[in-house]
C-alpha cells in the first residue's frame, strides 16, 4: 500500500496568534497550502478561526480550505492519532499554559513576579505543550515539519536536547525581521541577515548589545533607530506581523519553497538566526565572518537579559534576578536544570500562579 503523502498545515492553538496565523494563510499564502486544520482545546474557538478563515479566503478567491477539530494539545496519544489521520506537512504550536498578554489585561502580583525576575521564568510554561505536540508528531510517525511559536529562542533547545523533532521556530527574530525589511528595503539580490533573541523585542540597556544587522556581509549600523517605530508598537498589534511572517513561512515550507528568512530556534538552537531551506533541510545562513560557535557564545550572552540561558544540549540555568525571583516565593527553587525537568518544574510554577494570582500588583 502507498504511503499518503503528508500535505496541507496544522495549527495547534486558539489563542491570538492562531488567529493571526490562519487569518493570514487565507489571503497571503504563495503558494496556497490546500488544507489548514485549527487543532484547539476549543470545538467553539476551532470552528470560529476556522470560519473566519474561511470566509477570508473565498472573498480572496484562494482555493484554501479551513477545517477545525477539538483538540488538548496535553493529550499526547490522541495528538499522535489525529495527526496521522490528516497527515499534515507542518504543524504549528502556538499552544502555551502562559499567555504574553497576562500582564496587559490581569495583571496580578504573579505578573509582578515575571516583570521582576524577566520572561524566561515562564519558560516551563511555554515548553510543556510544546513537548507533548513534539512527542505526537514523533509517535504519529509523518515526516511533519515542527514550527513551535512559544518562546522558541529557549524552548526548542530543550526540545532538541530530548531528541524531539523540532525544524524552527517563528515570531521573534522574524518579526523584527520584518520590521527591518520594511526600514531597509534591501534591493533585490540583496539578503538582510538578522541576529537577534526574544530579548530585543525591547531595547537593550547598552547599544553595544543590540541586535546584529547585516546587509549581505556588510554590517547595518543605527539599528536601534530602525527599530524604534516597532518597539513602540503594542505588542498586540505586532502580533499580526508575527502571525502573517508565520503564514508566510509555513505555506513555503508546505510547499517544499526555497526559503531564506531570519528564525529564532533553527535546528534546536538558542536565539534567532538567518537561515536558508531547502528540500526540507535548514542550514545557518551567517554572514562572513560569524561562525556558528560565535553565534551561538553570543545569543546566550542576550539570553541573559530575558532572565534564562538554555545551551544547546538542554541545560538551563536562571539568572541571577530571575533565580532571587523565584527563590523568594520556591525556597527550593533550583538554579541550574535540564530538559527532563521542566514538567515538574511546571507544576511548580503553576502552583504559585494560582496563589500569586490571587494578590494585587504592586
Request: include cysteine; hydrophobic fraction near 45%.
Amino acid at each position: 500500500m502507498t504511503a499518503i503523502a503528508p500535505a496541507g498545515i496544522a495549527v495547534v492553538g486558539g489563542g491570538s496568534l492562531a488567529r493571526s496565523i490562519c487569518y493570514s494563510l487565507a489571503v497571503a499564502a504563495d503558494p496556497p497550502p490546500g488544507t489548514v486544520t485549527v487543532l484547539a482545546r476549543s470545538a467553539r474557538v476551532a470552528d470560529e478561526i476556522a470560519c473566519i478563515a474561511g470566509a477570508r479566503a473565498a472573498t480572496s478567491a484562494s482555493p484554501t480550505r479551513f477545517t477545525a477539530e477539538a483538540l488538548d494539545a496535553s493529550d499526547r496519544n490522541t495528538t499522535a492519532r489525529v495527526l496521522a489521520r490528516i497527515q499534515p506537512r507542518v504543524v504549528i504550536n502556538c499552544a502555551s499554559l502562559q499567555s504574553p498578554w497576562e500582564s496587559s489585561r490581569a495583571p496580578t502580583a504573579w505578573t509582578d513576579m515575571l516583570a521582576a525576575g524577566g520572561f524566561g521564568i515562564g519558560l516551563p510554561l511555554h515548553a510543556v505543550l510544546a513537548r507533548e505536540v513534539a512527542r505526537a508528531i514523533h509517535d504519529s510517525g509523518i515526516p511533519a515539519l515542527f514550527v513551535n511559536a512559544c518562546y522558541p529562542d529557549a524552548v526548542n533547545p530543550l526540545l532538541h536536547a530530548e531528541g524531539l523533532p523540532v525544524f524552527c521556530g517563528v515570531g521573534n527574530s522574524a518579526t523584527l525581521s520584518a520590521s527591518l525589511h520594511a526600514m531597509v528595503r534591501p534591493p533585490a539580490g540583496k539578503r538582510l541577515r538578522v541576529l537577534a533573541h526574544h530579548a530585543h523585542l525591547h531595547a537593550p540597556a547598552q547599544p553595544s548589545e543590540e541586535a546584529r544587522v547585516w546587509l549581505d556581509d556588510q554590517p547595518v549600523t543605527s539599528v536601534g533607530e530602525l527599530l524604534a517605530g516597532h518597539r513602540a508598537c503594542s505588542r498586540e498589534e505586532l502580533n499580526a506581523v508575527t502571525g502573517h511572517t508565520a503564514a508566510v513561512l509555513a505555506a513555503r515550507l508546505a510547499a517544499g519553497t526555497e526559503v531564506c528568512a531570519d528564525l529564532p530556534g533553527p535546528l534546536g538552537m538558542p536565539g534567532g538566526y538567518p537561515v536558508r531551506i531547502h528540500d526540507d533541510r535548514i542550514a545557518l545562513d551567517l554572514p562572513n565572518g560569524l561562525t556558528a560557535e560565535g553565534a551561538v557564545a553570543w545569543q546566550m550572552r542576550m539570553a541573559e537579559h530575558d532572565g534564562v540561558v538554555v545551551t544547546p544540549s538542554g541545560n538551563v540555568r536562571f539568572g541571577e534576578q530571575a533565580h532571587q525571583a523565584l527563590s523568594a516565593q520556591l525556597t527550593d527553587i533550583p538554579r541550574d536544570y535540564e530538559a527532563q525537568d521542566m514538567e515538574l518544574l511546571a507544576q511548580q510554577l503553576l502552583g504559585l500562579r494560582e496563589k500569586l494570582r490571587a494578590e494585587p500588583p504592586a
